[in-house]
């Protein structure tokens, strides 16, 4: 658990920020106005999760993530946002890759107490927002970068970040992160760079064009760090990757839409990443919605390299929502993957349900992986509270293990 020391520097530094501010801006509002007047946000999730894997014992984790924090009133276009996060384990029967029960099944939830966001923004020039410190970073789908707000420690970056929409239908993000304290509160130190441009002339297309460069720099490896299969130093799976996407929704008759999403990504080396990162990315989904129910069905390859030793990674992505929630391909194994899915999701009263069905090949040779099931329903019961039951089951063909999950929780947001 970190220390007290640094949660206290922590804090020293923001107070000092938030005293700079109100000092260099005499005659606006106050320090005192920017707290008073500021909001504060009280997220509390407790959550029982189930994980059995062939070989392991079956591992059963009561876990409650509390988030507590604080967003003060602009000043002169300036504002700071602080947040503490603790993650309390209430039955550890689990190996959380922390606490060396490694005869259990693993779910990576730590206990923990620690600031999972603490940055100033600037927005005092419109349509333009200027980040710098600790924080959440979700892009998009979250399918290359996102906050893995499923585990209870979500990833956070460290990062000075500037988004912005020069014309109404551009939009252009940017990013430097230079440590990534990721889901078991570790921190990776990192050069790593993001940077994104998208056009959405309407609701019929939205554009995009992409480019992430990953650069793990720690001496030694690190628990939960990026991992592709290679052997060498902690930098030998270091990227490069540069992609498009288009996606939309075409209207049909009696309310009925046909939403499609094309992409395509190349993956190379860089920061002393190895030669034999090489491999390709596309994705093709389409389905049918309509106001209560959608349907959708999915191709994704995340590709091999030609020798079949190095399948295209995703270091920064919420890994969760893709690829099945039994979290078996976390990382992608050297022959590659692809993920051939269908989907169908409904809405009755604030019931929310979903089933998603996976069957998974390699892509460097004929292997059959497995197949996955997944089965979720939530309830909102208000603007603040939420509930759900969520299960996965993967049954393996030749990769991996037989593995069962399932989790109920409570969300609730203030």
């Given at each position: 658990m970190p220390s007290l020391k640094k949660t206290a520097v922590h804090l020293a530094v923001m107070n000092a920020l938030l005293i700079t501010l109100a000092g260099s801006w005499a005659g606006a509002d106050t320090l005192?106005?920017?707290?008073?007047?500021?909001?504060?946000?009280?997220?509390?999730?407790?959550?029982?999760?189930?994980?059995?894997?062939?070989?392991?014992?079956?591992?059963?984790?009561?876990?409650?993530?509390?988030?507590?924090?604080?967003?003060?009133?602009?000043?002169?276009?300036?504002?700071?946002?602080?947040?503490?996060?603790?993650?309390?384990?209430?039955?550890?029967?689990?190996?959380?890759?922390?606490n060396d029960k490694t005869a259990y099944s693993v779910i990576p939830d730590p206990s923990e107490s620690n600031?999972?966001?603490?940055?100033?923004?600037?927005?005092?020039?419109?349509?333009?927002?200027?980040?710098?410190?600790?924080?959440?970073?979700?892009?998009?789908?979250?399918?290359?970068?996102?906050?893995?707000?499923?585990?209870?420690?979500?990833?956070?970056?460290?990062?000075?970040s500037i988004s912005g929409k020069p014309l109404e239908d551009l939009a252009i993000y940017g990013a430097y992160i230079w440590r990534i304290k990721n889901i078991l509160n570790e921190n990776v130190p990192s050069q790593t760079m993001l940077s994104e441009i998208s056009w959405s002339p309407s609701s019929l297309i939205?554009?995009?064009?992409?480019?992430?460069?990953?650069?793990?720099?720690a001496h030694s490896a690190i628990p939960g760090a990026a991992a592709c299969f290679l052997s060498g130093n902690a930098q030998v799976c270091n990227s490069q990757t540069l992609g498009l996407r288009v996606e939309g929704a075409i209207p049909l008759a009696h309310g009925l839409k046909l939403p499609y999403d094309l992409s395509y990504a190349r993956q190379l080396p860089y920061d002393r990443g190895s030669a034999d990162v090489h491999a390709s990315y596309y994705h093709l989904g389409t389905g049918l919605v309509l106001p209560s129910v959608a349907v959708h069905a999915n191709y994704m390859v995340m590709g091999a390299n030609p020798q079949g030793t190095y399948g295209f990674q995703t270091p920064l992505a919420t890994k969760h929502a893709f690829n099945g929630w039994a979290e078996v391909f976390l990382t992608t194994p050297p022959k590659g993957l692809r993920s051939l899915y269908f989907s169908v999701a409904g809405k009755i009263m604030k019931t929310q349900l979903m089933a998603i069905y996976y069957d998974f090949q390699a892509d460097h040779g004929t292997a059959h992986y497995g197949n996955e099931l997944d089965l979720s329903v939530t309830h909102g019961f208000s603007r603040h509270w939420s509930a759900g039951v969520q299960y996965a089951?993967?049954?393996?063909?030749?990769?991996?293990?037989?593995?069962e999950g399932a989790w109920v929780f409570v969300d609730a947001k203030f």
């Open positions: 005192s106005d920017a707290i008073t007047q500021g909001q504060v946000h009280l997220d509390f999730r407790p959550r029982y999760e189930f994980m059995s894997q062939t070989e392991k014992k079956d591992a059963n984790a009561f876990t409650v993530q509390t988030l507590l924090g604080l967003s003060s009133k602009p000043i002169a276009g300036f504002s700071a946002d602080l947040q503490f996060i603790n993650v309390a384990g209430i039955i550890n029967q689990y190996n959380s890759l922390r600031i999972n966001q603490a940055y100033l923004q600037f927005a005092g020039i419109p349509a333009w927002k200027l980040r710098a410190g600790r924080q959440e970073i979700n892009l998009d789908d979250e399918r290359f970068v996102g906050a893995v707000g499923f585990r209870q420690t979500p990833q956070t970056f460290d990062s000075v939205h554009t995009q064009a992409f480019g992430y460069w990953y650069g793990n720099q089951d993967y049954r393996r063909s030749t990769y991996g293990v037989n593995t």
